[in-house]
């Protein structure tokens, strides 16, 4: 049987968006093994699977760099794999230099969003695309998730690299067109007057959730105080942002790390996503397939899948007025609402697991 190997820096990417991949790979005859840095439990339905243990980092410049690359050339060496595909950065560049030193064929790469972009700080490229301009000379197929990073792709690339588009790694739409609004909102006693917002995500810096708290604070000086804000997530801003929260007496919910994203969807009026960086993000395309309108920032990722005036709005980075008019309008405008969520309902089915996996077969072959 021939030996197909998957590679992430944590245990985590493989379990939210690759399983669907790797059945396909072993309907498809081939013996996957997953190279990560290992750091639970493996998921039931990957433990027939062959695990290999890697230290990488989330940091190029860690000490444990030269140790993973020597696990990936021992690794490679030792296995006949038929192809090798890398997912995150820094597992990426380090497993593509071993690979490209033990003579693997067949390596593919798939930048879920390069970290390098228009607007981004001059130390990420400065590292990650001298790191990438480096690594694509590697790299037999490099796919993306965006249409900037696509473009970018294809200007690095050399001959003997081939850069394909593919949107995102798919989501499982049944599993997400429905939701139980009705236990979020028994839950966290959301009256039935009350307008309910909700960002998911991780609460740092990038994700930006600070705009939406702006934002609605200039609603409130309106005299509009019946808006719900529900946070999905954990991470370092929670403190300033409960501060933000308190200060402007916000009615917001920190719900933490939560299983049942849908629901939450569900008992939600409006998705946000406020960030400064994407590549292609999945949580828009979940409140999509239950036909919720977007108001998101206008960065590459988000606008690859909200359409302004027609799935949603976009707005600028921290422009809070606007931010504070989009929510206004969607508020008070139902024959809008309705054909977001109309053109939503068709919009998502292009980011199905059943399209990308075909999408990925092609490639593979």
Known sequence: MKKFLMVTTIQNTVEAFLIPHI???????????IATNIYKEIPEELKENKWINISFSRNPFSKNSIKSIKEMRNLIRENKFEMVHFHTPVAAFLGRYAAMKEGQKNIIYTAHGFHFFKGAPLKNWLIYYLMERLAINWTNRLITINEEDFQRAKKMAGKNTKIYKVDGVGLDLENYRNGDAKKIKSELNILKDEYVISIVGELNKNKNQMQLLKAVSIL??????NIRILLVGIGNQEVTLREEAKKNNLKINFLGFRKDVKD???????ICSMSYREGLPRNIMEGMAQGKPFIVTNIRGNRDII?????????????????????????????????????????????????IIKNMEKIYE
């Open 307 to 355: 359409k302004d005036n027609q799935n949603g709005f976009i707005v600028p980075i921290n422009d809070y007025q606007k931010t504070a008019e989009k929510i206004e309008e969607l508020m008070i405008n139902v024959e809008k609402n309705s054909k977001i969520a109309e053109n939503n309902f068709i919009d998502v089915n292009k980011f199905s697991i059943e399209k």
């Open 23 to 33: 059945k396909m790979l072993e309907k498809n005859g081939y013996e996957v093994w």
């Open 220 to 225: 409130k000086e309106k005299g509009i105080n």
């Open 264 to 270: 939450i969807v569900a008992a939600s009026d409006i």
